[in-house]
């Protein structure tokens, strides 16, 4: 059974990057899917960040394209997020999840349990 | 792109239906049937319900139906149980080769 932990600071400050990680166990990322992430800050709903292939290409929600960086690691099977240019409404539970639709099509079936990363001075 | 369109909320008693509409545009829900549906509960991570509009991954009560109509998708609940107590959002694919979810639904038991 495949399973997702995120990892990594849990504070950063304004105008820094978001660095985390996402590391798979029971499942190869090797062997395909797009794996992505997802935020949700708090009281807010569910935001799509970007999602990645075993090959590197991406895909990225528009309105933060400009400050995501995504890469994977089929060696030590994981996959990374880094968001630059931090503020206060970066501020959410950052989740990973595989997409198991056969590309990016939204068909998250397994998550990490998220990782709280608050933005604050 | 914008979110997608949900009712902020929505309730019913244990043993009734509830339904929970999606909305998007024909750039989204209307053009693909890529929707999926995932569950919520407090501290927990979201759960996938529904995807590919009406399919059930295994494990999912068959409680749990979906359905679309024009650019209108709609998550169906029937028999309601206490524990079906959740936030709900959908999810469509995007014809830019991205993703949108909706802005989420708070359901009641009553």
């Known amino acids: 059974q495949v399973q997702l932990q995120e990892s990594g600071p849990g504070l950063v400050k304004p105008s820094e990057t978001l660095s985390l990680t996402c590391d798979v166990s029971g499942y190869s990322i090797s062997s395909g899917y797009f794996w992505g992430w997802i935020r949700q800050p708090p009281g807010k709903g569910l935001e799509w960040i970007g999602s990645i292939f075993r090959s590197g290409t991406s895909y990225f929600n528009p309105s933060l394209k400009s400050r995501v960086t995504m890469s994977i690691d089929k060696y030590a099977n994981h996959f990374s997020l880094r968001l630059s240019s931090t503020t206060a409404a970066d501020t959410a539970v950052y989740y990973c999840?595989?997409?198991?639709?056969?590309?990016?099509?939204?068909?998250?079936?397994?998550w990490g349990q998220g990782i709280l990363v608050t933005v604050s001075s | 792109q914008s979110a997608l369109t949900q009712p902020a909320s929505v309730s019913g008693s244990p043993g009734q239906s509830i339904t929970i509409s999606c909305t998007g545009t024909s750039s989204d829900v209307g053009t693909y049937n890529l929707v999926s549906w995932y569950q919520l509960h407090p501290g927990k991570a979201p759960k996938l319900m529904i995807f590919e509009v009406t399919k059930r991954p295994s494990g999912v009560s068959t409680r749990f139906s979906g359905s679309k109509s024009g650019n209108t998708a709609s998550l169906t609940i029937s028999g309601l149980q206490a524990e079906d107590e959740a936030d709900y959002y959908c999810c469509s694919y995007v014809d830019t080769s991205t993703l949108v979810f909706g802005g989420g639904t708070k359901l009641t038991v009553l």
């Open positions: 999840a595989r997409d198991a639709g056969g590309y990016n099509y939204g068909q998250f079936d397994s």
